[in-house]
């Protein structure tokens, strides 16, 4: 991935701070997130339910709901900072330059609106109505939608959940945004649809030069299509480093319980799933020291004092004290 | 049923409301009808004043001549029935409409924008429920005076506070939903959601219930009359004439039982018409 350092980043993300006030405390529920996204990349974000990756989304184009809000950190497109920007401006920006795409496409479409109204109604945003109903037709095929001018004319309801998923992404990536922002677009889909899913973003990203953040659960989807992918738990990223270094020499404990909890289907000697044992912190009541050492088989005294950033290598770094014993011992070699 | 339900649905037919609205909006609108076209061509249905006064014809039975039979003062009460109706439904209407809006707007904002604005709303829905609905008409309308107009305005004040309500649940469903935080990360406007997108899907609970509201509002109206306080007699307002009626129970039924009927049609038609729109729009929402 050197190429992609040389050029200047469609977003960074620095020292992103999102807080949550509830009545047990303040939920921490982004703390301190820094990464960057170059145009044309694929970066990922990918942790466990709960591990902030949503807030992360909402936060770039601050959605966040209330009482929720960013406390700290920039978010930088190109040179603007949206973190600081008028709302007015904001728009611009949204579905513009950015657009999201979200988890669940029965309900992520609007009910009661044709597909047509859907689409001429965001594209109007940027164009004249006849101007719009002409790209919505030549959108809808370039996303693979059978029979697009019939499916114009249906309702949300009539359509698969792969179909609608289709539908969400034409109506994102509308006005050629420079970054779409994917939060779990696969998860609510069934295990083939997913894979088609991925390879239409594939081709979509290819084909518009757009930059991706596809966010994740699930380590084994992000890997197939992912340039750079960060691991996030309780809100920060614990590792980053592009695909094949993460899962081939992966420097943070959390990386390699993911890794090792990843159904591996071309295997021979299948070997049985390992989950992470434990369940993720309390946001609310963080003690000092790293989240994860509660669950961690390497920790050490230390671990609960601070947590240090490890570099290992160009754009390979690891929140562990053990990084560079992990990714030493590990080097070369499959993890097991 | 499930399947003749998904069968039925794709047909061309059943995508419209038409195909899909039930035989009881149906025979609700077709009521609706009836009572609109008596209140606009009342003069043309009898030859009878509902107003002047006929001494000769004093506490007739109904008979030909008379089919709802004659009052204390000798009018003919089919003619007043008749005459009424544009009364009651101007009443229904226009006093719905009022509250209507104003509580949808209230609860829209109230649901959007949640925050202080919500606390201040809610609030004083609270104390308005406190009291019960007619206790607080009638205080109004001793403040401000009888007539028309004024019961129109009390009823109003008061009538807002279930729309205010409702649309504000769901507002706040509708809120959360994806559908609309995808419209804000496609650079829509607050305003905008609100207005196209979340407002036409919170509606609907409340234009079910203001169908069914017609009617009590039709009944508040004819209780003040009732007592005094809403449209003056010799107005052939159907709540005046029951109240006018009741000392006569015995020597005359009909001069209170004709108009009693005619409410009770009306009452029927709007929860036919309320039932079958609440169908309607339950299956469009899906
Ligand atoms: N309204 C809220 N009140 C309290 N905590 C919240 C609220 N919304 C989200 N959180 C917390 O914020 C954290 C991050 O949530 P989210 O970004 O949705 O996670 P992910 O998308 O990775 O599953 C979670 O731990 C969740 O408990
Ligand atoms: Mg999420």
Known sequence: MTTTNTRTPVLTVEGLQVAIPTPRGTVKAVRDLSFAIYPGETFALVGESGSGKSMTCRAILRLIHQPGRITGGKVLFHDQDLAQLSERALQQVRGGGISMIFQNPMTALHPVLTIERQLVETLSLAMTKPEARARALQLLKQVGIPDPEQKLKEYPHQLSGGQRQRVMIAIAIARGPQLLLADEPTTALDVTIQAEILRLLAELQRANHMALLLVSHDLGVVSQVADRVGVMYAGQIMETADTRTLLGRPAHPYTIGLIRSMPRLEEEERQPLEPIPGSPPDLATLPPGCPFAPRCAWATDICKEEVPVVELAEGHWSRCHRAEEIYRELGGGRVE | ?286
């Open chain 2, 1 to 286: 049923m499930g399947s003749l339900a998904t069968l039925t649905r794709t047909l061309p037919l059943r995508r419209t409301w038409v195909g899909r609205a039930s035989p009881s909006f149906w025979a609700g609108l077709l009521m609706l009808a009836v009572l609109i076209a008596v209140a606009l061509f009342a003069v043309r249905l009898t030859g009878y004043d509902p107003i002047r006064q006929n001494f000769e014809t004093i506490l007739l039975p109904p008979s030909g001549a008379h089919p709802f039979g004659t009052d204390n003062f000798g009018r003919d009460v089919f003619a007043r029935v008749l005459y009424g109706t544009a009364i009651d439904l101007q009443i229904g209407f226009l006093a719905l409409l009022f509250p209507f809006c104003f509580g949808v707007v209230l609860g829209a904002v109230a649901g959007y924008y949640g925050g202080l604005v919500d606390s201040l709303l809610m609030r004083s829905v609270d104390v308005m429920t406190a009291f019960p609905f007619l206790v607080l008409v009638i205080a109004i309308v001793a403040f401000l005076g009888g007539g028309l107009t004024n019961m129109i305005i009390a009823i109003s004040a008061v009538a807002w506070v279930p729309y205010a309500r409702l649309v504000r649940a769901e507002v706040l469903v509708q809120k959360s939903m994806e559908y609309v935080q995808a419209a804000r990360t496609l650079g829509f406007s607050r305003g905008r959601i609100i207005l196209r997108h979340v407002l036409p899907n919170a509606i609907t609970p409340a234009v079910v219930y203001a169908v069914s509201d017609v009617i009590l509002i039709i009944l508040t109206g004819s209780s003040l009359g009732f007592l005094g306080l809403g449209v003056k007699p010799p107005s052939p307002e159907w709540g005046l004439m029951i109240a006018e009626g009741r000392s006569f129970l015995f020597n005359g039924w009909w001069i209170a039982t004709m108009p009693g009927l005619a409410c009770l049609f009306t009452g029927i038609t709007f929860t036919l018409l309320g039932d079958g729109l609440a169908d309607l729009l339950r299956v469009k929402g899906q």
